[in-house]
């Protein structure tokens, strides 16, 4: 049976392209191709079986050309145990060209797919039908995600107190033995009570582990299910048999009452563990004040629309991003950059939604609205990474795929061995329901995920961004640090300190002609000579037929003469000799010199110092006490580098690197070993950030730091890094003890339960709180506080 498949194909410029392509696939065995050049699509038909999508799109990536990929989150609905999220992911992940993770904590799906070969609709039906509820997540607002979570814990809390209800005589005929009381209800009693409990109270587990069976796959419902209904029937049959064998009613009902328990405690604790992510989504106001033809209306904040003028009073929290126009305040922008002072704005200074005007009244343009705003950014970068996996949650995956069909068999050979070597089918009976029941992979699938969510959610509200698990992961491992120096380790704030005019030039002359070649550049270097100028009262000469070499120097005609402004290495390379003793006195003194040449004759030099942040000092010292390597990697001249360096205590630094060699430095130092961290300003250091292991962006809210870097941190302070690698340790800490307990726990509990040293109700209850025990300690995450240090 043929297949038709369309999926649209980029990097196509022209027809021949298409028609290379058309070439290509129909060169494939039972492959017929047609592609469209005006759409960018390819439609295939695919004739036999050996003909597969997989190699059409290898075929097409081969030729030079990329398949487009597109991604889709689904919140998940019906998981009981990381045995489920595996299966679901195992179902997803067999369809062509996708890639699914599923995660037990969030209750989420993130799918990377090609639009045509699959869609949202295909992943639904998929888990439906392996009996999971799946929907799209929906950007609802916080206050009605938390109303549904809370309608859905008190829902389970009232199902728990009928469960309670019906097994309170049971736990008091328990109670009362020992004390040799002789309560004992009626048999015929308990088996109506436990048969309540049994096919009603536990109907949801019966349905989800039907659904896993039917599916082909196993969880931690079926293990109970198995578990209870041999205890429930076992006693049934004595019952109604009237056999002299003792009745296990009241293990069956506790256990299921005790899931229950387990389950309600479990729903809380998870709830918290989000908590950082919904502080952040509670930022922003419902409505805004915006202006209609002169009148102020209240609408709501999802009706906002590029260029709507807004006004923010004191006190309110401010709704989308945009740019003030009028009106003078300070704002709160710690929810951004974790500090707490509040920064003044003014006519022209950006706004960002979620952060609190205090004193004044601004009216602002809005200028980022909906998924485009800062605050949008920052919470749709934390839940990627809540969603993502972390390495070591691979070995906890391998191992939820064997766990339960490794558990049953464990149970049938209990049962079978025990009975053989003791003679006595009940008490092998009871120990294997102690094993089946004991087990417990929800709490290996919630041991990385949850710890993740804590630290996630932790570092966003403290300025620092994870942009996914791995990221998280690799921060504490890192053995070297490569900091770039203007920014980064200097406040990226240069002024101009001397001016150096060459013989028989006047400084207003030297600063004019700097100042009409530097003018249209956003260098800070560029922006400190303009600002000098300007201060005094110049203004830039005529220029025209600007030409730039980025890390080097600029050339224009300035007032009808050529003209070239830049390194002494770069006036050199264009025929110029600058002034040696100028340039080496000035980088003795650690500054950075700018040559000026105009007409074929120097014009004279510029010098300009940019400060060590005050934290420099501090947070090299704490990196290298932490055993961690730090490097300073900079254009500047050697002379002037070697002093910053040795100002911040930094022992190795690569002076003179363009930047579009920053990214090769920064993999000539991985490729010496170790994992390798770039701390940079996220805009001319994107390169180098994503060449490194670990890419660090300081300063708060350049949107290439958003889509480069491994961390932002959004404040401007140093020691950030110091927090960010703090808490990526202190996260990992947690991960590991989590699965310590969740291994320890079935290493010591199956064993226990196989040699019959444990009673299936203690059993129960052990895999109640097992996984609220992993939860709970994800929580003691929230404990840690940034403070500079590692």
């Not at 300190?497 to 100042?515: M, Y």
């Amino acid at each position: 049976m043929s297949q038709t498949l369309s999926f649209p194909v980029g990097g196509m410029s022209c027809a021949a392209c298409a028609a290379r392509i058309e070439k290509i696939l129909n060169r494939q065995d039972g492959v017929q191709a047609s592609v469209n050049f005006a759409t960018g699509r390819v439609q295939v038909v695919l004739d036999t079986p050996a003909a597969t999508i997989d190699a059409v799109v290898a075929a097409i990536r081969k030729a030079g050309f990329t398949v487009d990929e597109s991604s889709v989150d689904l919140s998940i609905t019906g998981m009981s145990c990381a045995a489920c999220a595996a299966r679901i992911e195992k179902i997803l992940n067999r369809l062509p060209l996708t890639q699914a993770s599923v995660n037990l904590a969030t209750e989420r799906a993130h799918i990377v797919f090609v639009p045509g070969i699959a869609d949202a609709d295909t992943f639904i039906a998929r888990i439906e039908k392996a009996g999971f509820g799946a929907s799209l997540v929906n950007d609802s607002a916080p206050d009605d995600t938390h109303t549904r979570r809370l309608a859905a814990w008190r829902a389970e809390r009232a199902h728990f107190l009928l469960l309670l209800a019906l097994s309170l005589p049971f736990f008091a005929q328990m109670v009362l033995m020992p004390f040799g009381a002789m309560y004992m209800m009626p048999g015929w009693l308990q088996l109506v009570l436990a048969g309540v409990v049994q096919f009603y109270g536990a109907r949801h587990l019966y349905q989800r582990a039907w659904n896993a069976v039917r599916g082909g796959g196993a969880n931690m419902d079926v293990l109970v299910v198995m578990g209870t209904s041999i205890a429930y029937v076992f006693s049934a049959t004595v019952v109604i048999a009237h056999l002299h064998q003792p009745l296990y009613f009241e293990a069956s009902v506790a256990i299921i009452t005790l899931i229950s328990l387990g389950r309600l405690m479990e729903a809380r604790a998870r709830d918290r563990t989000s908590a950082g992510l919904e502080s952040l989504l509670k930022l922003q106001p419902p409505r805004a004040h915006v202006l209609v033809n002169g009148a102020m209306v209240d609408r709501p904040v999802a009706d906002v629309r590029v260029g709507d003028i807004f006004v923010v009073r004191p006190g309110e929290s401010i709704p989308v991003d945009g740019q003030v126009s009028e009106g003078t305040s300070e704002v709160n922008e710690a929810m951004l950059t974790g500090e707490s002072l509040p920064v003044l704005k003014q006519a022209g200074a950006r706004v960002f939604g979620g952060t609190i005007n205090t004193n004044g009244v601004l009216r602002a343009t809005a200028t980022g609205v909906g998924h485009d705003t800062a605050l949008a950014h920052i919470v749709k970068m934390v839940e990627q990474a809540q969603g993502s996996k972390a390495h070591v949650q691979r070995l906890v995956d391998r191992i939820s795929n064997i766990f339960v069909p490794t558990v049953i068999t464990i149970a049938l050979v209990t049962f079978l061995v025990g009975w053989l070597v003791t003679g006595n089918a009940t008490w092998s009976l009871v120990s294997a329901v102690s094993v089946l029941v004991i087990a417990c992979p929800c709490s290996l699938g919630l041991a990385t995920p949850t710890a993740i969510m804590v630290g996630t959610g932790l570092g966003a509200r403290c300025g620092i961004l994870f942009r996914n698990a791995d990221a998280l992961e690799r921060a504490q491992k890192l053995t070297t640090i490569i900091m770039d120096k203007t920014g980064t380790l200097t406040e990226g704030q240069p002024t101009v300190s001397d001016v150096v005019p060459a013989p028989g030039v006047n400084a207003s002359r030297l600063l004019s002609v700097a100042c009409a070649l530097e003018q249209d550049s956003e260098h800070p270097l560029a922006r400190a000579i303009v600002d000098h100028a300007t201060a005094a009262g110049l203004s830039p000469l005529p220029a025209s037929d600007f030409r730039a070499m980025p890390g080097m120097g600029v050339t224009a005609t300035v007032d009808g003469v050529p003209a070239c402004l830049g390194s002494p290495r770069f006036m050199a390379d264009h025929g110029m000799t600058p002034d040696d003793a100028v340039t080496a006195r000035l980088e003795h003194e650690g500054r950075t010199v700018i040559a000026v040449a105009a007409g074929g004759h120097p014009v004279g030099h510029i010098a300009l110092t940019d400060r060590l942040r005050p934290d420099a000092i501090r947070t090299v010292s704490a990196l290298k006490a932490a055993g961690i390597r730090v490097m300073m990697l900079t254009g500047d001249n050697p002379r002037s580098a070697a002093i910053v360096a040795k100002q911040a205590g930094v022992d190795d630094f690569m002076a003179g690197v363009l930047p579009g060699d920053k990214a090769q430095a920064v993999r000539a130092c991985h490729d010496q070993g170790g994992v390798v961290g770039m701390v940079g300003d996220g805009i001319n250091d994107a390169p180098a950030l994503a060449a490194a292991d670990v890419g660090f962006a300081i300063g708060a809210g350049a949107a290439i730091a958003l889509d480069t870097a491994d961390i932002v941190l959004m404040k401007s302070e140093l020691t950030s890094v110091l927090d960010a690698i703090s808490l990526s340790r202190a996260t990992l800490s947690k991960i590991r003890q989590n699965l310590f307990f969740a291994f320890i726990y079935n290493i010591l509990g199956l064993p226990l339960a196989a040699f019959g040293l444990l009673n299936p109700i203690v059993a129960g209850a052990a895999m109640a709180m097992s996984s609220v025990s992993v939860v709970s300690n994800s929580l003691l995450l929230n404990r840690w506080k940034p403070g500079g240090r590692i």
